[in-house]
């Protein structure tokens, strides 16, 4: 049976490019499998060899195998993920997939194993049971088209939650490297409020106020979230190529369905951020507010950007994580993955 050979489109969201690709296979045979990124420049070294790894002069060795008990030959081994690998790594930002690989590539391919030929023997590497038939072993090869995503023009998201350094790191990236700076819609939709707002004491558990003319973002959830939408999209409108924006439109939603079940507050398209970065919640930066403790307040902070995480993935964004450090460190950090476009 000759190795099928089909073509994808990729556009980056690599949830959306699994589905295709198992809708392709046909869910009956996309179990047992196995992926592994490649060029399109092995192509025929892998229809020949059934491995790009093949075909080379010269016996690689790949190390001994305590499982197999035997020195293995490069060739005789991929790295590979499995469909619920990838899935993990896109909640994972650390966990490296095959699906991610594709931004390293320009002109990439998708090989598709059974992965009944293989032994696996280690993590993410798989050994060939019969080297001799590996072109057995490979089910499918899929050319992948990358589409240009590139947005009229980029906007980068710095977000976190409460307290993780965000303003700071954004007046320095300001400062220091020169970037524009969107302040937060949600707060200047509070500051267009003005008296509205009023009411509430920092220092006490928050408690609702039920006032005609009283509007804020735990009174009147509804309301609030539609006004720092409507401010997120005008801000949007106005930034500049390479702005970074306090906060994208993921947040607002996030804040509004944090304490209410309604699932969906229906929003227009809002800009295709080019990169969202997280900042991680450093607990020396937290304070006590309503009624909360530190640690009470870094808890939240913390299940608050688990949250953000989910969300801004599930919306088909490339979240990247700023651990925590010094301002200069993690201004750095966002400039550097900004200026090589990781
Ligand atoms: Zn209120």
């Known amino acids: 049976m000759g190795i099928r050979i089909d073509q994808l489109d990729y556009d980056g969201n690599n949830t959306k490019f699994l589905e295709s690709v198992i809708e392709k296979l046909g869910k009956k045979n996309s179990r047992n499998i196995l992926y592994r990124a490649s060029e399109q420049e092995s192509l025929e070294r892998i229809l020949k060899h059934g491995t790009d790894r093949g075909g080379f002069s010269g016996k690689k060795s790949w190390g001994y195998s305590e499982l197999l008990s035997k020195?293995?030959?490069?060739?005789d081994v991929i790295f590979a993920t499995t469909e619920a690998e990838i899935r993990y790594g896109e909640q994972n930002l650390e966990f490296q997939t095959s699906l991610k690989k594709f931004s390293l590539i320009e002109r990439p391919l998708l090989l598709v194993y059974d992965s009944s030929y293989f032994i696996k023997v280690k993590e993410k590497q798989y050994a060939f049971k019969n080297p001799k038939t590996k072109h057995e072993s490979l089910i499918a090869v899929f050319t992948v088209t990358k589409l240009k995503t590139s947005p009229e023009k980029n906007l980068y998201v710095v977000t976190g939650a409460h307290d993780c350094g965000k303003t700071a790191t954004l007046e320095f990236l300001r400062g220091v490297y020169g970037y524009n700076i969107q302040k937060e819609a949600?707060?200047?939709?509070?500051?267009?409020?003005?008296?509205?707002?009023?009411?509430?004491?920092?220092?006490?558990?928050?408690?609702?106020?039920?006032?005609?003319?009283?509007?804020c973002p735990v009174c009147t959830p509804l309301k609030f979230a539609k006004l720092a939408l409507k401010k997120q999209k005008e801000l949007e409108k106005l930034a500049s190529e390479g702005s970074l924006l306090e906060r994208g439109y993921v947040d607002i939603i996030e804040f509004y369905t944090r304490h209410n079940k309604t699932k969906d507050l229906k929003h227009d398209k809002f800009a295709d951020y080019a990169n969202v970065f997280l900042l991680e919640v450093m607990p020396s930066l937290q304070e006590p507010k309503w009624g909360k403790s530190k640690q009470e307040r870094t808890e939240e902070a913390r299940r608050i950007n688990d949250r953000l995480l989910k969300m801004y993935t599930a919306e088909g964004f490339n979240v990247s994580f700023i651990p925590a450090g010094s301002v200069e460190e993690r201004a750095k950090r966002i400039h550097e993955r900004i200026s090589k476009n990781l």
């Open 186 to 215: 949600a707060s200047l939709a509070l500051d267009d409020l003005g008296s509205k707002k009023l009411g509430h004491d920092p220092c006490m558990p928050l408690k609702k106020i039920y006032g005609k003319r009283h509007i």
């Open 71 to 75: 020195e293995l030959l490069h060739e």
